[in-house]
C-alpha cells in the first residue's frame, strides 16, 4: 500500500511541475484576469475533509463496489452536497446489478448531461427525509419522497418492498441511514 | 475502507492537478474576484454600516446587533437570558425582568426579531422578539438597545409563530407550536386529538411606546402552528399561519404528523376579531402570566403577575377564519410585499405553493367551500393557488423578497438561496450557502418595502468555514449581493448561538436615536446619589443600604466600616459621568450574586453577603480612565456581635 502510494505521489509531483510550467508560460501570454469555476463547482459539505465522523450515506455509497453506478448517477446529477446534508436522509440505494436491469441504453441515457434533471428526479425518488430501519418501516403505508411523490411500502413476511423495491441490506450512517435495494424505483411521470 | 482511500487518493490527485499546480495564477484570478467582494463589504476604519442587522440568538436567548455589509458584530443585547458581563438578570434592578408565572427563568430560545412598522416600512423604533420555550414576547427599545419589556404568553408553549407586527404596529402576534389542554388540566396525553387547542395570541401595540397588552387569544383547532405573517397593503387586517401536524399526532411527529399530503395555511381576519372584541365578544378565562417592564427613570424593572385573558372561539366570528390547505408540513409563511402573495414552504415538499389573497378573497364572497374542520371553513386548494416554483431544491424553509418582483427562498436540505420571480414562479438563479441554511433576511424584505440591496443567510452547521475550535464550532451568516440578476456572495461572518432569524433596516433610522447616556438629573431611582453629598450607609436590621457614587477615577465611599458577617449587603451605585461611553464597573470579592456594568447616570444595585470578618476589596471593572487601576475601596467586616457603628468615608486623611 505503502509504495503503491509513493508511486502514486511521485506521479503526481511530476504532474504537479510539469503543469505548472505550463501555467507559467500560459500567464505570460495571458495576463488578463480569467476567472475558473472549477474550484467552485467541488465546495460544499461533500468535499470536507472528517475521517472522525461515521459516515455518512454518500460515503458509504462511494465505499460500495456494489453502487458504483449509482454514485456515478449522483455525480452526474450533482447531488453530493444534498447527501452529506444534516438531514435525516434515508437513502434507498440499487445496486449495480438494479441499475443493469433496466432496458439496455437507460443508464447511459440518463448519465448524458442534458438528461440531468430527469436523472436528479429519479435519484431524489430514491430519498426520504427520514432514518428508519426496516423493522420500523413496516409501520408505514407510504413514504413522501424528495422528488415530491410518494412510494408505497408493503410488507411480505420478512421483506419490506419500497415502491416495489425489496430491501437486501441497510447500512446505518452518520446523516441516516442507506437500505440497499434491488431495483430502481420509477416515479411515476 | 481500501476502495475509499483508493478513491479519495484519485480524487486528490486529479483536484489537485487540475486546480491547485496552476496555484500561482487562480491565486491571482482569486484575489481579483475576491478583491471586488471584499471592497463591497469594505467599511473603512471610523467609516458606518450601511444596515442594523438584528440577529437572533436562538438557544442563547439573547439578540445581536451587527452592522451590513460588514458583518461588525455591535453589542450582545441580553434579553430572555442572564448575561453576567452586563449584569442582566443578575443585578437586582432586572431580575423582575425574567420572572415568569413559572417563577425566574434566567434563559430562552430566542427566535423571530422584527422591527416596528409604520405604514408598511420599518420604523425602526423597537425590535419585538420570542422567547420559544416559556413563551414570552420582549420588547427592544432602539435608543438605548435595551430590553424594556417582556411579557408572557399564557396558555402557550413552543411560542414560535412570533412575534410578527402589523403593517401600522397594531399588534404583535405571538402563536403557539404546540397545541395543549386550555386551560391545563391532567389529562390523558393519548386523548389530544379534539381537545386541545392552539392559542394565537394578539398583542396590542401602545403607539405612544411600543408596550405590549394581550387583547385576545384566538383558540384555534390542535394543529402545530409553525410561522406567521401578516399581510400588507390590499391584505392588512389579515394575518397568516402555517400549521403541521394537522393529523393531531401526539407522539412520533416525524412519521405522524406527515401523513397528509396537506396542511394548512390559517388565514385570520384580525380586524374582524378586534371588532368583535370591542363590542364586548370573547370570554375571559383565568390564566396566569407576567408582565415586565423596565424603567428608564428608576433603571428599575418591576413584574406584575396578571390573572386573566380574553379568549375568543372562532366559530363565533363567522368569516373571520379559513384554512387554505398548502402541500405538506409547510414551514415559512410569507407574504410579498404587495399583500397578493402568500408562500408556503413545505419543508417536506419539494415545491412551493403560493397562494393568491384576491382568488382567496374570491373563493370566500363566492362560498367556494370544501370542507371543514372543527367547524373552520377549509377552501379548495385550486381556488386558492396563484402558483407553484417547480422544484425549486431541497427541504423550503423561507422566503424573502426584494421589492423588485422577486422572492428568494432557503433550502436546509440542499443548502442554497434560490432567486425565483413572482408570478411567472420561474428559478433565476441559485447559489450554494455554507452549510444548511434556515432562514435568511432581506432589510425590509417582510415589510412593504424592501431595501433590496443584500440577503443574509443564516446557517445552522460550518463545519469546515472557519478554523476549528473543538466539536463546537460557531454557526454563521452569509451576504449575497442581491443587486444583479445573479446573486454573489461577499462574505460570511460568525454569529452568536444559533442565529435563528433576523431583522434589518438601514442604519439612519436608528443611528440618531441612539442614546448617548441617560440623564442624571431625571434618575429616579429610589437609591441613586446624584452627588457625593447624597451618599451613606444606613442599616435596618441586618440589611444594609450603600448609596454610592461612582466617577472618574473614585468611588464615593471607598471605605466603609461597621459591617457585620450575616448582614445582607446592598451596593446602590450611581454613575455620575455625564459624558458618552464612560461606564464604569464595579466587583466585590466574595459577591455571590453579581459584578456591574453602569452606564453614565444610570443607578445599579448587587447584593453582598459577607461570610468572613475582614477588610474586603472592591474595584471598577471597567477600564474608564487613565486612574482605573485606582479606582477601588475597602470594606471593612467585622464579627456579628462586634458593636462598630456605621462610618464611611472619601479621602479623610488628607
Known sequence: ?189 | MKQILKVSVGFLITALVFTSCNNDKSSKSNSALSSSAAEKVYVAPGEYDEFYAFISGGFSGQLSVYGLPSGRLFKVIPVFSQDAEKAWGYNEETKPMLNTSHGFIPWDDSHHPDISQTNGVVDGRYVYINANNTPRIAKIDLTTFETTEIIEIPNSAGNHSSSFVTENTEYVVAGTRFSIPIPQRDMSIKDYKGNFKGALSFLKINPDNGEMAIKFQLLMPGFNYDLSHPGRGKSHGWFFFTTYNTEEANSLLEVNASQNDKDFIAAINWKKIEEYVNNGGGTKVPSKYAHNLYSDETHTATSTMMDEVLTVNPLDVPGAVYLLPTPKSPHGCDVDPTGEYIVGNGKLSANLTVHSFTKMLDAIKNNKIDGEAYGIPILKFEDVLAGSVVQPGLGPLHTEFDGKGNAYTTFFISSEVVKWKLGTWEVIDRKPTYYSVGHLMIPGGNSGQPFGKYVLAMNKITKDRYLPTGPEVTQSAQLYDITGDKMELLLDFPTIGEPHYAAGCPADLIRANSKKLYELGKNKHPYAAKEDADTKVTRKGNEVHIQMTMIRSHFSPDNIEGIKVGDKVYFHVTNLEQDYDVPHGIAMIGANTSELLIMPGQTETFVWEPKEVGVWPFYCTDFCSALHQEMQGYVRVSPASSNIELSWSLGEDF
Open chain 1, 1 to 189: 500500500m505503502k509504495t503503491k502510494l509513493n508511486i502514486l505521489l511521485t506521479f503526481f509531483a511530476v504532474l504537479c511541475a510539469f503543469s505548472c510550467k505550463n501555467n507559467q508560460d500560459s500567464e505570460t501570454k495571458e495576463p488578463s484576469v480569467a476567472v475558473s469555476n472549477t474550484t467552485e463547482a467541488k465546495q460544499g459539505q461533500a468535499f470536507i475533509k472528517d475521517d472522525e465522523s461515521k459516515p455518512n450515506v454518500l460515503q458509504i455509497a462511494i465505499g460500495s463496489k456494489d453502487h458504483t453506478t449509482l454514485v456515478a448517477a449522483v455525480q452526474a446529477a450533482e447531488l453530493e452536497n444534498a447527501l452529506v446534508n444534516a438531514g435525516p436522509l434515508m437513502v434507498f440505494a440499487p445496486t449495480n446489478e438494479a441499475f443493469a436491469a433496466l432496458p439496455e441504453g437507460t443508464v447511459e441515457n440518463l448519465l448524458k448531461p442534458e438528461n440531468k434533471a430527469k436523472l436528479a428526479l429519479i435519484l431524489k425518488h430514491h430519498v426520504t427525509p427520514g432514518n428508519y430501519s426496516k423493522e420500523f418501516l413496516k409501520k408505514f403505508k407510504h413514504l413522501g419522497q424528495a422528488s415530491n411523490e410518494n412510494v408505497s411500502v408493503e410488507v411480505k413476511g420478512d421483506d419490506v418492498f419500497i415502491g416495489g423495491a425489496k430491501i437486501i441490506a441497510s447500512i446505518p450512517a452518520g446523516n441516516g441511514i442507506v437500505h440497499v435495494v434491488d431495483t430502481v424505483i420509477l416515479p411515476g411521470n
